[in-house]
């Protein structure tokens, strides 16, 4: 298979489930972003839950490579830091910005395994970055318990993993707003996020402001997993280039993922978020994968941690029959 850039520019939306049967696997142990210690094992225990081979029986040739090694914060962030470990976070971002680059140019489906969520300010940008080379803009689906759209003015703790999605869509520091070296990189008539049950004012504010759409829990709760995800799904593929996924595990309820560090009850069961990822994979369309937040230092048994797994592999076409 020749590399994405040597393609036609529709090949780029058909990597799942067409010919594209190569993917690129990328850990991104960061921590720093988040609150509570734990998450920059979540890529090993996804490995201890023998990722690479279950992948590899649904036919795909895969391509570890491994964890970044990423710069360490050498000083401890104050409490009153709007931005904590900024500096650092944004340059872990560029290179994953990168790592994603190097992947889609090689005709590879990147698989992303975070560490916290504010990763996905890179991972993001460098797939953007593909699709902005072709003309060709991308679509997201966001699966979170959280909006993930506060910035340093707006933020009541200072972690960055609660500002990925709002850096994505142009607003906040301009250390994550322009990895990649340009901003905006989503349009939010082509996103879609799902699972919110908790967000704050000025998050709530702009989501108005933008238009964007959510799909809360009680939206959930009232139309069904499956009329949701057929809208979220639909609204994504409205962008040219196809679209992302990211998904963190706060999205699922406790009870099913506790190994997360910012948990709120009443999230998606463990069928409903095979149902949105079985359908996505079904729709077509997406062009990277991500799940992040997977918390070892509080998970049981690894339990959130193979649910992790097997959310990929159902988003990677592996069904019932």
């Not at 720093?32 to 992948?55: E, K, S, Y």
């Not at 990147?110 to 803009?137: F, K, M, Y």
């Given at each position: 298979?020749?590399?994405?850039?040597?393609q036609?520019?529709?090949?780029?939306?058909?990597?799942?489930?067409?010919?594209?049967?190569?993917?690129?696997?990328?850990?991104?142990?960061?921590?720093?972003?988040?609150?509570?210690?734990g998450?920059?094992?979540?890529?090993?225990?996804?490995r201890?839950?023998?990722?690479?081979?279950?992948?590899?029986?649904?036919?795909?040739?895969?391509?570890?490579?491994?964890?970044?090694?990423?710069?360490?914060?050498?000083?401890?962030?104050?409490?009153?830091?709007?931005?904590k470990?900024?500096?650092?976070?944004?340059?872990?971002?560029?290179?994953?910005?990168?790592?994603?680059?190097?992947?889609?140019?090689?005709?590879?489906?990147?698989?992303?395994?975070?560490?916290?969520?504010?990763?996905?300010?890179?991972?993001?940008?460098?797939?953007?970055?593909?699709?902005?080379?072709?003309?060709?803009?991308?679509?997201?689906?966001?699966?979170?318990?959280?909006?993930?759209?506060?910035?340093?003015?707006?933020?009541?703790?200072?972690?960055?993993?609660?500002?990925?999605?709002?850096?994505?869509?142009?607003y906040?520091?301009?250390?994550?707003?322009?990895?990649?070296?340009?901003?905006?990189?989503?349009?939010?008539?082509?996103?879609?996020?799902?699972?919110?049950?908790?967000?704050?004012?000025?998050?709530?504010?702009?989501?108005?402001?933008?238009?964007?759409?959510?799909?809360?829990?009680?939206?959930?709760?009232?139309?069904g997993?499956?009329?949701?995800?057929?809208?979220?799904?639909?609204?994504?593929?409205?962008?040219?280039?196809?679209?992302?996924?990211?998904?963190?595990?706060?999205?699922?309820?406790?009870?099913?993922?506790?190994?997360?560090?910012?948990?709120?009850?009443?999230?998606?069961?463990?069928?409903?978020?095979?149902?949105?990822?079985?359908k996505?994979?079904?729709?077509?369309g997406?062009?990277a994968?991500?799940?992040?937040?997977?918390?070892?230092?509080?998970?049981?048994?690894?339990?959130?941690?193979?649910?992790?797994?097997?959310?990929?592999?159902?988003?990677?076409?592996?069904?019932?029959?």
């Amino acid at each position: 298979m020749s590399a994405l850039s040597d393609q036609p520019k529709s090949s780029i939306i058909n990597l799942l489930p067409g010919e594209g049967r190569r993917v690129s696997i990328i850990g991104v142990p960061l921590s720093f972003g988040a609150g509570t210690a734990g998450v920059d094992l979540g890529p090993a225990a996804m490995r201890v839950a023998r990722l690479n081979q279950r992948l590899a029986s649904l036919g795909y040739e895969v391509r570890d490579l491994g964890d970044m090694r990423l710069e360490r914060p050498q000083t401890i962030a104050a409490a009153q830091d709007k931005a904590k470990y900024l500096h650092e976070i944004s340059i872990a971002c560029e290179e994953l910005a990168t790592e994603v680059q190097r992947a889609m140019r090689a005709g590879e489906f990147p698989v992303i395994l975070g560490g916290d969520h504010s990763i996905a300010a890179g991972s993001v940008a460098g797939a953007a970055s593909i699709l902005r080379e072709r003309g060709q803009q991308i679509g997201m689906i966001w699966f979170d318990a959280h909006a993930d759209m506060n910035t340093p003015e707006t933020t009541m703790s200072g972690n960055v993993h609660g500002m990925p999605l709002a850096a994505l869509l142009g607003y906040g520091a301009p250390e994550l707003t322009h990895i990649a070296g340009f901003a905006p990189k989503l349009d939010p008539r082509y996103c879609a996020h799902l699972g919110a049950r908790d967000l704050d004012p000025a998050e709530r504010e702009l989501i108005r402001k933008l238009g964007m759409r959510f799909f809360t829990m009680r939206e959930i709760d009232e139309r069904g997993m499956s009329a949701c995800i057929d809208e979220a799904i639909a609204i994504a593929k409205q962008a040219p280039g196809g679209y992302y996924v990211t998904l963190d595990v706060d999205a699922l309820d406790p009870g099913d993922a506790p190994g997360s560090g910012t948990v709120v009850r009443g999230g998606l069961t463990y069928r409903e978020s095979h149902l949105a990822l079985e359908k996505i994979a079904e729709a077509g369309g997406m062009i990277a994968f991500e799940v992040v937040e997977i918390n070892t230092a509080l998970d049981v048994n690894n339990r959130t941690a193979e649910l992790g797994v097997e959310l990929i592999l159902s988003a990677m076409g592996k069904t019932i029959l």
